[in-house]
């Protein structure tokens, strides 16, 4: 298969960028991996048919530095750049940049990045295509007089969020009135010091909420939804382990929320892959559109698994200049499958990082199991950067088969010496409320609380 595009330079570090290499082999794409001087011996770096470096270890210094990736890029004569996820990936400046400079950016347009990545625009979009968003303020709060008139209509708990937020960072919790104000000054502050924006916008608390998001693909013209995925198991608001299909949402419901979507995508003209995230509130049956991510996911494979799509590759061939060659009704749901994060931290001592030499990796293969991983036996695993080390991703033909295949997969897995979240994993997978899909995004927050090895710090 031919697409507009002959060499790719690859943005982004880790598990990601392995993963983005494989795509574009497949397509004849020659790969260029930009690494800082810390990553010269991860996995991608091997794999790559070019590797430059742009800078020291801090992601600030290399990754996230805009003009040595340009620099790279230019020396590299490649002629397109996938940005993956975090880092550069919905920064619209540098997507404008790399168009400047004559390459292709794998993603949406630099204004479709700013108007649907920044999170208080997208609300706005959201509400203009008819999409239910959380209840909360049109657009940022400028004055303490506006956030006490939204959080007094919508009532409290409320949450402050950073426009530019991300990650799970940048969003508190505010229980009542007297908390506002202070609270305001410093997640403005905060959202400056972490995001470089000290925009703020303000929504209703949605308890015992679900987490579940919309993929979507689009060339501009055509747009199609690769049905839901659910992430409701979280710690600090961030994904720990993501299933497809929802475990449980009722049948019309997931048809309106994923036509929701397309309207959505489509009212912006979307080109690529892109996420619409959504809160479900089960009792109320209803959903509300939180925000979007204009680039690939962490979680995007299990969604491969059900749909046998090649997601990174549908996203460089609309970057060359594809139509799109999918049709809605041709996307079918097969089965179900499990994706759980490995990360480089210890559940036993409060998750803290445990970067280091990676001795030993064991996962096993077989049907209807994917491993995502940028690190092998003998690799060091350096503390700068995001601890994810790999998914495991398990698929069934149905979601007891996938928890089941899942359970099996994760017994035989070793990684070590230095404790993952592996272990957490092995109780999640036999836990009553994780087999019946009784979770909400507060859920393993409660369950960490509660279970005795994954409490208080042990030393
Ligand atoms: P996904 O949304 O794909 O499930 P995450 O929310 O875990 O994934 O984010 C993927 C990566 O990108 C993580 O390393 C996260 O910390 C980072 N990230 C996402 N958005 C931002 C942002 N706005 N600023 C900084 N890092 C971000
Ligand atoms: P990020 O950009 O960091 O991914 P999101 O807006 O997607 O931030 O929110 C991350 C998580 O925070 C959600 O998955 C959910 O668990 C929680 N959350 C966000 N908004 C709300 C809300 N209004 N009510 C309850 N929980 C929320
Ligand atoms: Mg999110």
Redesign the pocket.
């Known amino acids: 298969m031919s697409t507009g595009i002959s060499k790719l330079l690859i943005a982004n570090r880790g598990e990601i960028a392995v993963r983005i290499i494989r795509a574009a082999r497949e397509l004849g794409i020659a790969t260029v991996q930009v690494v800082s001087t810390a990553d010269h011996d991860m996995l991608a770096a091997r794999m790559a048919d070019q590797v430059i470096e742009i800078g020291p270890a801090p992601a600030t210094k290399s990754y996230l530095n805009v003009e040595r990736v340009l620099a790279a890029l230019a020396e590299s004569g490649a002629d397109a750049v996938h940005p993956g996820?975090?880092?550069l990936?919905?920064n619209a400046a540098f997507a404008r940049a790399v168009a400047a400079a004559g390459a292709v950016f794998v993603g949406p347009s630099p204004e479709t990045i700013e108007q649907m990545g920044d999170k208080a625009n997208a609300r706005l979009s959201a509400i203009k295509a008819g999409v239910p968003v959380v209840p909360g303020s049109d657009g940022r709060i400028e004055t303490i007089e506006v956030a006490f008139d939204v959080a007094a209509t919508i009532g409290y708990p409320v949450m402050i969020k950073a426009a530019?937020?991300?990650?799970?960072?940048?969003i508190r919790i505010v229980r009542s009135q007297e908390e506002l104000d202070q609270a305001l000054q410093a997640a403005r502050a905060e959202a400056l010091a972490?995001?470089g924006d000290g925009g703020v916008y303000i929504e209703a608390y949605i308890e015992n909420a679900r987490h579940i998001e919309v993929q979507i693909l689009g060339d501009g013209e055509t747009f199609v939804h690769l049905h839901e995925r659910e992430?409701s198991i979280q710690r600090r608001r961030?994904?720990v382990w993501?299933e497809a299909p929802a475990a449980m949402l009722p049948a019309d419901l997931r048809a309106e929320l994923c036509a929701s979507a397309v309207r959505l995508a489509a009212s912006v003209g979307y080109s690529g892959a892109g996420?619409l995230?959504y809160l479900y509130d089960a009792h109320r049956n209803a959903f509300y559109f939180i925000e979007m991510?204009t680039?690939?996911?962490?979680?995007?494979p299990v969604t491969e698994m059900i749909s046998g799509i090649d997601i990174v590759r549908e996203m460089l061939l609309i970057a060359g200049g594809a139509k799109l060659g999918l049709r809605q009704e041709d996307i079918r749901i097969n089965g179900h499958a499990i994706e759980i994060r490995i990360n480089a931290e210890d559940p036993s001592r409060s998750f803290f990082p445990s970067p280091g030499r990676i001795e030993e990796i064991v996962v096993p293969e077989g049907s209807g199991l994917r491993f995502d991983t940028g690190i092998y036996a003998g690799y060091t695993v350096p503390a700068f950067?995001?601890s994810?080390l790999g998914k495991l991703v398990a698929w069934g033909q149905d979601r007891p088969a996938a928890i089941e295949r899942l359970k099996q997969a994760l017994d035989a897995t070793f990684v070590g010496p230095k404790p993952t979240t592996l272990s957490l994993h092995r109780m999640l997978v036999r836990d009553p409320d994780v087999i019946s899909g009784a979770v909400s995004t507060q859920w393993l927050e409660d369950w960490i609380a509660r279970a005795p090895r994954f409490g208080q710090p042990t030393s």
């Open positions: 996820y975090g880092f990936s919905e530019a937020g991300g990650g799970g960072r940048g972490g995001f992430c961030q994904k993501e996420t995230e991510n680039r690939i996911q962490v979680e995007h950067y995001d994810l």
